[in-house]
């Protein structure tokens, strides 16, 4: 029997199939389809089809699927609330999976909190009944296992560390607005620093970047960190140092075993490198 896991997010829907030993036995990223949430279900039900028929099995031995996206998932786990990146606003994506995937058990939820399911199974989180898992992308993410389960909280919103606040300062001034936090690169918060938005700003920083020039790409970025420039040395350095203090203030209220990191920052071993070099991490 398998298990279908996909991952839905802005630029690909990554698919993958799992055996009964819950190991990745295959795997395919498609385009995310920018139309409806129906045209994407259709499209990751045509891919599903041939990665079972390589193995010699049908949808009748697929137990359940799980799909993950950037966003809220309301209480009952039916809708997709709100995630921007996806432009799914109240998505009835359960039923639409169901509705393409008849007689599967269909459960969707917020990536970061199914990635620290996952990691509690068969990863980081194996043994622990506590943890935080930070997702560091394009934007910040984070699920808490807490008594060896998914914090949900009451409005099955838990978990966004997104919105921990970085520089009260920025929040003095009489003109302050709350709606200035949805501006991520610009806003006073955990999610505006360390993300891959932060790390480019910074970076743009160090480099004297005009306003509306060209923003480069993580990845270029960290190529030029590997060749030694010094402006991204010390980009680096600071978004870690920023990425380590978010981390000690969730350590110092949820007191957890490990804190876990994922995303697509977390490939680069020197994001890793920067962050054991700060003294008051050293305990996770």
Not at 225 to 244: C, D
Request: proline share 4%; aromatic share 6%; charged share 15%.
């Amino acid at each position: 029997m398998y298990q279908i896991g996909i991952d839905i997010g802005g630029t690909n829907v990554k698919i993958g199939l799992l055996n009964e030993a819950l190991e990745l036995c295959a795997e395919i990223s498609i385009p995310f389809p920018h139309t409806t949430a129906e045209d994407m279900a259709a499209q990751i039900r045509a891919a599903v089809g041939p990665m079972l028929q390589a193995r010699g099995a049908a949808l009748s031995d697929v137990e359940s699927l799980g799909a993950v996206v950037p966003g809220s998932i309301d209480a009952a786990g039916e809708t997709v609330v709100d995630a921007h990146n996806l432009n799914f606003h109240n998505v009835p994506l359960r039923k639409i999976l169901s509705d393409a995937f008849p007689g599967i058990p269909v459960y969707i939820a917020n990536d970061a909190n199914g990635a620290a399911l996952a990691e509690l199974y068969t990863g980081a989180f194996v043994g622990c009944k506590t943890g935080v898992l930070l997702t560091l992308g394009t934007g910040l993410g984070g699920g808490i296992i807490l008594n060896g389960k998914v914090l949900m909280g009451a409005h099955a919103a838990a978990g966004e560390v997104s919105g921990l606040v970085s520089d009260i300062s920025k929040m003095t001034d009489d003109d302050f607005k709350l709606t200035s936090v949805e501006r991520y690169s610009e806003a006073p918060l955990w999610a505006g620093m360390a993300s891959a938005s932060g790390l480019i700003f910074e970076y743009a920083r160090q480099k004297h970047l005009p306003t509306g020039s060209p923003m480069p790409t993580g990845e270029e970025i960290f190529a030029a960190y590997n060749a030694g420039e010094p402006e991204a040395q010390k980009a680096l350095k600071i978004f870690a140092r920023r990425v380590a203090v978010g981390i000690l203030s969730l350590q110092n209220v949820l007191d957890v075993e490990k804190v876990a990191i994922g995303g697509g920052l977390s490939a680069a071993a020197v994001s890793y490198t920067h962050l054991r070099a700060h003294e008051t991490l050293r305990h996770l």
